[in-house]
């Protein structure tokens, strides 16, 4: 088998997982579709828009599914995500030079892991408070910035907001998340539409593979799924992928 295919076929599959685990708990997968091309070395200038356009086919799906379960909150929704679309369409505007780029998705990948991990065995939250409005806004700005920069939804960043402030319980966090990512991703790709171009032919192996994951993904996350496991094995992963990029931004220093 042809080596180019082999690679295309390994991060298929790496996406179909990645989107699976991650819209359980309803996100989209951004970092780990990054984290899976990382692996493989793939350019920083495809990585971005790829996992934009991943992120946005399995960010509809659930939506549309925590939506009709009622798991989401208007309430909760529009105060971040009026702010975080702009911010996140002038991070998609924005260039980054690649050990930049490198670090920053480094340390979000890093980041999702350690969320992810000291996440899986969280309690569920009985009481509930509305989000400041104004502080509500203030977050929505910067979490649609990064995402729009880095290429990934937001979700990451937004649900454990949620849940340490007591602002929404776990599964209600799940729908206000996945369609905080929707809307940001579509932002974030608007924002630098010419990347679009970049997208790799191989997409049409990659967008299947994750349009399946997120469909049974979000049938498994409307219901009651332990993912406790799941969440820590998928940690590990993002630790290898963010470490590998941080470990070449450092080679690229040494040998400047």
């Known amino acids: 088998m042809n080596p180019v295919t082999t690679i295309t076929l390994l991060i298929a599959a790496l996406i179909f997982v990645v989107a699976l685990l991650y819209s359980t708990v309803g996100h989209a997968g951004a970092s780990g579709y990054l984290a899976a091309m990382a692996l493989f070395g793939i350019s920083p200038l495809v990585m971005k828009p790829t996992a934009l356009v991943l992120n946005i086919l399995v960010a509809i799906i659930g939506t549309v599914r925590f939506y009709r379960a009622g798991f989401f909150s208007w309430r909760v929704f529009w105060p971040f995500v009026i702010t975080s679309i702009p911010a996140s369409f002038v991070g998609g505007a924005m260039t980054l030079p690649v050990p930049v780029y490198k670090s920053i998705v480094g340390i979000v ?148």
């Open 109 to 256: 990948l890093l980041y999702s892991a350690v969320r992810l991990f000291f996440s899986a065995s969280r309690a569920d939250q009985n009481e509930t408070t509305p989000p400041p409005i104004v502080l509500a806004l203030i977050i929505g700005a910067a979490i649609g910035l990064l995402s729009g920069l880095t290429g990934v939804g937001g979700g990451i960043f937004l649900s454990p907001v949620l849940l340490l402030m007591h602002w929404a319980r776990t599964r209600e966090t799940s729908g206000v998340a996945v369609a905080f990512i929707l809307v940001n991703s579509i932002a974030g790709l608007l924002g630098h539409v010419s990347s679009v171009s970049l997208v790799p032919v191989q997409i049409l192996y990659w967008a299947p593979a994750a349009l399946m994951g997120g469909w049974i993904g979000t049938i498994l996350g409307t219901r009651v799924l332990p993912v406790a496991g799941i969440r820590r094995w998928l940690s590990l992963v993002l630790v290898l992928a963010g470490g590998k990029l941080l470990w070449e931004v450092i080679v690229l220093l040494l040998h400047r």
